[in-house]
């Protein structure tokens, strides 16, 4: 697994004999859905050169064009796609899997309070606006950005009022003696009747149209073999968990790998269009071109 070149977005595309690179982060559902590909079990499937990173700094990665394949948040899509194709598949969305507004004390007005997030260009914070809209027009105070790993201690420990968390925060936030205050997600599906779009997979156009179809064809195959087998994926996934309890690394990729990241489907595109047109709306992003999410 290589580590980020910092000449990387001058480089050309990968050629065909070439290793693609792609960058992904090291949570349990992604780790996951690439095992088999990175490993060498897809037939037909394009060699990998892997590096591990977190969403926010692949979504970075990918509005400075770095990288021929990576997972990013949906959020960014606005900003990538004249170079970036969504690939239909290996992606994250779903139900009942949405970011959590968490507080030390249970049920706090957050008016004029300072709130954590993760990123200003991550799908959680879309959500959290497109709440807040609703639930707090105007009342918000500031918004910090933290690492996600550092949220959480920093509300117990009273240096922020609250905090909107992601990932396995929803099984662990307990553990730090927070409340929930308010499901994104919950909101989410209840006022679109959608599922939650998450994480993208998306692939540089300069690839060409077979071989974007190759890749999507390959994250597929992918998928399909880590449900075929999950024990094969384990080795892989714990490696890279971050000392998470491997209980906790299932229940993650329960809720995250569904049918979506098979195959995004009429009711993926339409969650995706929908939170992009939504947060368009709110000014929170720049307006989708029509055909913009077209997969080529």
């Known amino acids: 697994m290589s580590p980020t070149s910092p000449d990387s977005s001058q480089q050309p595309p990968a050629s065909p004999s070439q290793p693609l690179r792609i960058a992904y982060s090291p949570c349990p559902n992604d780790t996951f859905v690439f095992d088999a590909w990175a490993h060498g079990r897809i037939p037909g499937g394009p060699a990998l050169d892997v590096t591990f990173a977190d969403i926010d700094v692949t979504n ?39 970011p959590l507004v968490l507080t030390r004390e249970p049920g706090v007005d957050l008016t004029g309070r300072t709130v954590a997030v993760p990123s200003e260009k991550s799908t959680a914070y879309l959500l959290f606006r497109l709440w ?93 073999a880590a449900w075929d087998d999950p024990e094969a994926s384990r080795p892989y996934v714990l490696e890279h968990a971050q000392e998470m309890d491997p209980k906790v690394a299932d229940q993650h990729i329960g809720l995250y790998v569904n049918e979506f990241t098979a195959d995004l489907g009429e009711e993926g595109y339409a969650a995706v269009r929908g939170l992009l047109t939504r947060a368009a709306a709110e000014g929170l992003v720049p307006a989708l071109a029509p055909d913009a999410l077209h997969f080529p």
């Open 132 to 224: 807040a809209a609703d639930a707090l027009p105007g009342r918000i105070g500031e918004i910090v950005v933290l690492p996600f790993h550092e949220i959480m201690p920093a509300v117990r420990d009273g240096r922020i009022d609250a905090g909107l968390v992601i990932h396995e925060a929803r099984f662990t936030y307990q553990n730090y003696g927070l409340h929930k205050l308010a499901d994104m997600g919950e909101h989410w599906e209840r006022t679109t009747g959608l599922p939650i779009p998450l994480g993208a997979i998306i692939a540089k156009r300069s690839l060409g149209r077979e071989r974007l179809r190759v890749l999507a064809e390959s994250a597929r195959a992918s998928v399909r």
């Open 60 to 98: 970075g990665m990918a509005e400075r064009g770095e990288f021929d394949v990576l997972k990013v948040s949906y959020a960014v899509l606005p900003y990538v796609l004249d170079t970036y194709a969504l690939l239909p598949c290996g992606g994250a969305l779903g139900r009942g899997c949405g």
